[in-house]
Structure formats: C-alpha cells, structure tokens
C-alpha cells in the first residue's frame, strides 16, 4: 500500500457552547515526529494523544495544534479576586497613615489596580472538552489518512509504470545479450584467423576463449535477481501494509543488479537501454521519498 507523508486535516467539534478545533499538518521525515500545541487544560492528555497518533501514523514530522473556545453566545466571566483587593485597601490606608493624607480612600482608588485585582475567566467543562477532542482526533485522522491514500493511488500508478518500463528494458537487453556468445565466437574466430593467417584454428582453445569470454559477459545472474526483485516491487505495492521502507530497500538492489549488467556490457544498445531505466528507477526513487 502507497501512502504519502505529507497531508492536512481540520476537524471541529461543538457542544454545550464549547467548540474543539483539531489541526494536523504532516511532513516528510525519516521516523516518527510529533509537535502538540494545546491549552494548558489538556496538557495533561499529551501521553494518549502521542500513543493514538503514534498507533495511526508510522513516519513523519506531524505538527497538532488544539484550540479550544466558547461560542459567540457564551460570554466570559469577569472575576474581581476578593482578597487582593483587601490587600490593596491595606496597603493604601498604611500609605495613607505614613504620608498623613486626610482624604477618604474610595473605590476608585482600588479600581485603579484593576489588572491586578481582576481577570476575564471562561469556564470549560473539562468532561464535555476531552469528549471534543476525541472526536476532532478521530475525524481529523481519518480525513488526513484518506488524502495520504488518494495522493499514495495517484504515486502508486506512476511508480508501476515506471518499474514496467524498467522490466522492458531488461528484458531487451537478455535478447541482446543472448546473441552476444555466438557474436563474439564468431569475432573471435575471424580475429584468430587473421593474426595466423590461417582457416586452421585450434577448435578446443578457441572454446576455452569463448567459455571466458561468455563468464565476463553472462547477466542471467543479474537478471534472475531482477525478476524476483520486480515481483516484490509489485506485491509491497499492492499489499494492505504501508511499503515506504520496504519499496525504498527494493529500489536500492535493482540499482545494484542493473549498475552490475552496465559494467558487463561492452555494447552500445545494452549501454543506451541501462542508462534508460537508471533514470527512471531515479524517478521512482524520488516519487518514493514521500511515500509512508
């Protein structure tokens, strides 16, 4: 199965006057990243968010940000902090005492403090926040997942095309390569014949040549290789497991099967026909860095 790293989702959650939004923003990466930002009212549930994210997503730099927030209709209470403003009513009698100022100490006079003596507090139902969460984590996983996997199809019939195109060049180069024995005893023969300036020609040595000549020149390792190296490729794709690594660590050997037949070959087609399908193996390789 082909899914991608990098993907968005955003889920909302409203009830009882509270609204839950779930950002998710995932990135390439070579392992598993996960960045929260969240109120301080949930920060206590970080451990089980990581472990559901970490159950759904295997690679990735993955950033979550929650905010949680009263709807339009709800209005925020206005707190007047009742010892702190006992405490500033002492504090200006003492001033009061110590400079011998007559005048009567209002209300005014302690309003002047206000950012210190009150604050705007909402007031979240902590039971009905944690079931909003849960429900915006659940919908913004799944939504995310599903755009990994759309855009993981679109890669996967890319990236199978490719390895077909790559299979058809093997497989003319096993044609070409096959009729390079019988091509090189030939080339020999006419070589030999010409240095001795003779038709006799020692038929035994002249097998010797050939049987060395065919050890350097043979690919049917290489390409037996390949084909159990192609049949992988094709399940890792078409299984219901994600194959990023898997397909990654199969792309890195046939790179090494098909490096091995360019050295081999001492032919210009067979040489055209490797670089042809080293590019499009790079082309896979790149489509795969994002994949899951």
Same mark, same amino acid.
């Given at each position: 199965m082909i899914k991608i790293m990098t993907g968005f989702s955003k889920s909302e959650a409203k009830a009882e006057g509270i609204k839950v939004t779930t950002e998710i923003k995932s990135l390439n990466g070579k392992g598993l990243e996960l960045n929260f930002r969240m109120p301080k009212l949930i920060q206590h549930k970080e451990m089980e968010m990581r472990e559901i994210f970490r159950n759904n997503i295997s690679r990735g730099t993955v950033s979550i940000n929650i905010n949680i927030e009263t709807e339009e209709a709800e209005k925020p209470k206005f707190i007047i902090?009742?010892?702190?403003?006992?405490?500033?009513?002492?504090?200006?009698?003492? $001033?009061?005492?110590? &400079? +011998?100022?007559? !005048?009567?100490?209002? =209300?005014?006079?302690?309003?002047?403090? %206000?950012?210190? /003596?009150?604050?705007?507090?909402?007031?979240?139902?902590?039971?009905?926040?944690?079931?909003?969460?849960?429900?915006? $984590?659940?919908?913004? &996983? +799944?939504?995310? !997942?599903?755009?990994? =996997?759309?855009?993981?199809?679109?890669? %996967?019939?890319? /990236?199978?095309?490719?390895m077909k195109n790559i299979q058809d060049w093997i497989t003319k180069i096993e044609e070409i390569s096959n009729n390079r024995i019988p091509q090189e005893r030939e080339r020999l023969r006419n070589k030999i014949a010409q240095l001795f300036e003779s038709d006799e020609i020692d038929e035994h040595r002249l097998q010797m040549e050939i049987v060395l000549i065919a050890d350097k020149i043979d690919i049917s390792e290489e390409t037996i290789r390949l084909a159990s190296h192609f049949k992988f490729f094709n399940e890792a794709v078409q299984s219901k497991e994600l194959a990023g690594r898997k397909i990654n660590f199969l792309l890195q050997e046939i790179h090494r099967e098909i490096n091995t037949i360019g050295s081999k070959s001492n032919d210009a087609l067979i040489a055209q026909h490797v670089v042809n399908a080293k590019e499009e193996l790079e082309r896979i390789r790149e489509q795969i860095q994002n994949v899951e």
């Open positions: 902090n009742q010892e702190i403003a006992t405490q500033c009513l002492n504090e200006l009698n003492i $001033l009061k005492k110590n &400079l +011998k100022i007559k !005048d009567t100490i209002t =209300l005014e006079h302690i309003l002047r403090f %206000s950012d210190k /003596i009150s604050y705007h507090e909402t007031e979240f139902q902590e039971e009905v926040v944690l079931k909003l969460l849960s429900k915006t $984590l659940q919908s913004g &996983l +799944k939504n995310l !997942d599903n755009m990994k =996997l759309k855009e993981g199809q679109n890669i %996967s019939k890319d /990236i199978v095309k490719r």
